[in-house]
């Protein structure tokens, strides 16, 4: 009885303060929080960089990356060390020449649903990746970068449905470790209605469980294009982070671009390329989420997503 008498006097306290008995059994705020903010986040000032324009309508070329490169607001000058450029070769060892932009592609097929699907894969390097000065070759024993440095390589991976639109865009790093992954609105609607609600913790309909791919996040659902073609790639000043990723039929999210440069599209099918690009990762010792023709990995998005049964 007494206990009874006890129990109901906190409670009157409780009420009579204005304290929430359940704050604690609240809903935890989404892993990832940050990243859903940042995708939707404007640039102030922003450079863009998109491939030169090529008398072609490969594939390739039409779903190559325009990127904008977030500038320090402060400053307004694009940082040195956010300059993506071409891979070298200086004494052996890969180098970068930052006056020359260049983005390395790869295309390939994967097996998902049991249906093959083409994909695409884009690579660009930094300065740091080189872990020396610019032009100056790579040592053999290269210290770790600092933080502020940012990652030393970048880029997307698009993987098209079987009608050939582009539906699923992964980053190929992000100084959090965490796996962004955007999809198209089509392809998310498809898993809702074929795999319900989204899972507990968890924001989309096409993503697994927490405990099956704790570190992937579906940074975004982005707008269909009218057709297939590159999406705009909104880099972070200094981590050069993919702060989102959008449909160009989507309203940007930079308020001013400082300048418009192009960049060379290469094959990273050429060996030289192929060899250089996988130096630089060696030497940079990133996680990254993917890499060009590493077959380990083509099981990836059926092991993180939902896919639904018509993809």
Request: hydrophobic share 45%; aromatic share 6%.
């Amino acid at each position: 009885m007494m206990t009874r008498l006890l129990l109901a006097s906190v409670l009157v306290l409780c009420a009579c303060a204005g304290v929430n008995l359940h704050a604690a059994q609240a809903p935890a705020a989404l892993p990832g929080a940050d990243i859903y903010q940042r995708a939707t986040n404007e640039f102030a000032v922003a450079c863009f960089f998109k491939p030169a324009e090529e008398k072609t309508n490969d594939l390739a070329f039409t779903l190559a990356p325009l990127i904008l490169q977030e500038v320090s607001g402060a400053t307004e000058r694009l940082s040195r060390i956010d300059r993506f450029g071409t891979l070298d070769l200086s004494d052996g060892l890969s180098a970068l020449d930052p006056s020359r932009p260049a983005i390395y592609w790869q295309a390939d097929t994967v097996q998902l649903n049991g249906k093959a699907h083409v994909r695409f894969t884009y690579v660009w390097c930094y300065a740091a990746a080189a872990r020396g000065s610019e032009r100056g070759p790579a040592t053999a024993n290269p210290s770790p970068a600092p933080a502020e440095a940012g990652l030393a390589l970048q880029g997307i991976r698009i993987t098209l449905n079987t009608n050939g639109q582009p539906v699923i865009w992964e980053a190929l790093a992000d100084n959090s470790g965490a796996e962004l992954i955007f999809v198209s609105q089509t392809l998310e609607a498809a898993a809702l209605a074929e795999h319900g609600k989204p899972l507990p913790g968890r924001r989309y309909a096409i993503e697994r469980s927490m405990k099956a791919a704790p570190r992937v996040i579906i940074a975004r659902v982005i707008d269909d294009g009218p057709v297939a073609m590159g999406p705009f790639v909104y880099l972070s000043a200094g981590t050069r982070n993919v702060n989102t990723l959008i449909c160009r039929c989507m309203p940007a999210q930079a308020k001013k671009l400082l300048s418009t440069s192009n960049y060379e599209l290469l094959p990273l099918q050429e060996m030289t390329g192929q060899s250089l690009l996988t130096q630089t990762k060696l030497l940079a010792k990133e996680q990254t989420a993917f890499w060009p023709g590493d077959q380990r990995t083509d099981d990836h998005l059926e092991r993180c997503l939902r896919l639904p049964s018509l993809f």
